[in-house]
């Protein structure tokens, strides 16, 4: 099987000021310094920064991406942002679906599916998030939880190019727990499984990031599990020495 180039996607949340730029420019220096690393990677700060970090990494690799998009392409919703301002500040991808948006703002598949959609109209690759809560794992239905999130999030026309899946589990997130790489890669395999029955050859090429406490410490063996086609990272992306010390796991040698 062809070797997916993984994606290490850093989700800085409500965090980040101006100065910030500071650690995006670190973390640019890192990527220059090492040209052979065998992964893209991706900050996706506040809208706010978005237009300043594209244009001062615009002859870098560093990617910039958002954290979420509304469904419509533009008018009367204030507040909200659409995929195409993303993409006009300089994005080239965006978070949907993540559980905090899921879980703070009530968002369902169906609009998630809506989001995503919205987000490839403009051109942008949609980073699509499913998880599972503490209490679905402990009920066991972690399997069908995530079969339901994917199948309701992903819109038609989803392509290996412009769709990553994003495994979090939501009792993971910020928390400095994480499942075993048995149970990674049990889940992992499932989504691999429902993304080629659902696609076909874009699903087997489609890349699925796990996220949920990916630290320094504990990369190299995510990032070693089958199917796990790089991490989706929230607090240790805040510190360019900690996002590197995560997406340094794909220098060759
Ligand atoms: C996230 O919010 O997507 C995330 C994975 O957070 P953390 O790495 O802090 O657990």
């Not at 070797?3 to 420019?25: F, H, T, Y």
């Not at 996706?44 to 970090?53: G, Y």
């Not at 989001?115 to 949609?126: I, R, S, T």
């Not at 048995?182 to 691999?192: K, L, T």
């Amino acid at each position: 099987m062809k070797q997916l180039r993984p994606l290490v996607a850093g989700n800085w949340k409500m965090n980040g000021l101006q100065a910030s730029w500071d650690e995006a420019e670190r973390l640019a220096g890192f990527l220059s310094e090492h040209a052979s690393l065998a992964a893209d990677v991706m900050l996706c700060p506040p809208s706010t920064l978005i237009s300043q970090f594209a244009t001062g990494l615009s002859d870098s690799s560093l990617l910039v991406g958002g954290q979420d998009c509304h469904p419509e392409v533009s008018g009367a919703h204030t507040g909200d942002i659409a995929a195409e301002m993303l993409a006009d500040a300089g994005a080239t991808a965006v978070i949907v679906g993540h559980s905090e948006r899921r879980t703070d703002h009530g968002e369902t598949s169906e609009l998630v599916r809506a989001k995503a959609a919205a987000a490839h109209w403009a051109g942008l690759m949609a980073i699509i998030c499913v998880g599972e809560t503490e209490t679905e794992r402990k009920s066991g239905e972690t399997l069908n939880i995530v079969s339901t999130q994917l199948a309701g999030s992903l819109p038609d026309g989803a392509t290996a190019a412009n769709t990553v899946i994003a495994y979090e589990p939501v009792w993971a997130i910020g928390t400095g727990l994480t499942p075993t790489p048995d149970d990674v890669a049990e889940i992992h395999a499932h989504i691999r499984s429902e993304l080629n029955g659902k696609l076909g050859e874009e699903g087997a090429q489609m890349r699925i990031l796990y996220g949920g406490s990916v630290k320094p410490g504990n990369a190299a063996e995510l990032m070693g599990v089958a199917n796990v086609n790089g991490a989706l990272v929230g607090g240790a992306s805040l510190k360019a020495d900690d996002f590197w010390g995560i997406a340094s796991v794909y220098l060759p040698g």
